[in-house]
Structure formats: C-alpha cells, structure tokens
C-alpha cells in the first residue's frame, strides 16, 4: 500500500502516460492512454473515473491533468528517467532494457534514492533519449523532424519522443544504428513513401516515415 502522501502505481502510470502524451503533442483521449498503456479502453474508464475523484485529472473536453497530478506526473516521469539514465550509463544496460526496468523503479524509488542517483549522475537534464529530466535545467534546443529536412542536410540528433519508445523493436533498431542523441549525421536519400536514409558513424541506415516524422534534430 502507497504511505501516506503517496499515490498507488497504477494512479502514477496514468499521470504519467497523459504527462507524456502531452509532451509528445498527442492528443489525449481514452482510447489513446489503452493504446500507449496496452489496456482495454473500459479498464481506461474506471481508472480515468478514479483519477478524477482523486482530484488528479479532469475530463472537461478531454483528459486533463490537474495541478495535483501534474505534479505526481513530474515526479514519476523524473524518477523514470534517472533511472534510465544510470541504468544506460552506469549499468550499461541497453536502451530497451533500461526502459522497461525504469517502469518498475519509477514506483518504488524514494526521495533520498533519488536525490542520490541525481547526484552520482552529475544532474543529467535528458533521458539516454534525449527527453528532459523534470526539474532540471534543461534547455530546449529547438529542434525539428528528422522527415523535413531534404537530401544532403547535415543534422545533429537531439531527441527520441517518448512515442517511439512504446513502437515494438524501434528503440532496438535506433541504438543498433547509432540514432542516438548527440550522433551526427547527413540525409542521403528520400523515398516516396517517406522514407529517408541516412549516413551516420559511416553507416548507411533506413528511417521510416512513422520515426523520421518524430525523431528531432538540428541542424
């Protein structure tokens, strides 16, 4: 049972997946938390019904996070991406290893574990993905999709949405080919139906539609 002050994991799973629709510029409905949750849309009812007696969301025109759990939010999704973090950076985990282990400590983590892993890790202001930290000093760097950039554009990878995170296999493929935040890069081919190719570490890689659309860079 969550101590006192404290919500139940499933309260912070549903803060955060609106936190981070939100973030990726989503819009938020029912049928969009099942999606990215992997649950049945009445499952997302009852517990949407349950957020808003708690006081953590509204549904007024869509699913809307109070201050409250804007803030129970924040606090799970930074603790998500510490983890990641020195789960990546200390441990040596891979991307998608460490994305599954952080859902799980996320819940569980305290505050002075936190503090300390923050500290060990230097203040980190992004995820291995290149999301911002909550409360940290992060600096947006205005960055924009891979897809509008034309052949021959240099680029800089800034940022892998949180959406690309929950695609079966993609985080897999975007590490296996050095997509990573910080890698630079040149677009060298575009095709039809939106897919672009592109040359970095000295490899030739294939990014579809559906990432290049969501993938930030600059230029």
């Known amino acids: 049972m969550p101590a006192p002050g404290e919500h139940h994991p499933a309260f912070e799973e549903y803060c955060e997946c609106i936190f981070e629709l939100g973030e990726d510029d ?3 409905k029912q049928a969009r938390i099942a999606e990215r949750l992997q649950v049945s849309r009445p499952a997302v009812s009852e517990m949407v019904r349950r957020l808003e007696a708690e006081g953590l969301v509204t549904t007024d025109g869509g699913v809307r996070l109070t201050p409250a759990g804007h803030r129970l939010a924040e606090r799970t999704v930074r603790r998500h991406r510490l983890a990641e973090r020195f789960l990546t950076d200390v441990l040596q985990l891979s991307w998608a290893e460490a994305h599954h282990e952080a859902g799980r400590w996320e819940h569980v983590m305290s505050d002075s574990v936190e503090a300390a892993m923050d500290r060990l890790l230097g203040s980190p202001t992004t995820c291995p993905h290149g999301n911002p930290i909550p409360g940290s000093d992060y600096v947006d760097p205005d960055a924009r999709p891979l897809a509008d950039l034309g052949v021959g554009a240099g ?3 800034r940022r892998i949405p949180e959406e690309l995170e929950f695609t079966p296999g993609l985080l897999e493929y975007l590490e296996a080919s ?12 575009a095709s039809p139906d939106g897919t672009l190719t592109v040359e970095i570490d ?7 539609s559906f990432a290049s659309e969501r993938i930030l860079v600059t230029a």
Do not use: K
């Open 178 to 189: 050095s997509i990573r935040p910080g890698r630079s890069g040149t677009v060298t081919a």
């Open 26 to 28: 989503v819009e938020v």
């Open 202 to 208: 000295g490899r030739h890689v294939g990014v579809g």
């Open 155 to 157: 680029f800089t990878v």
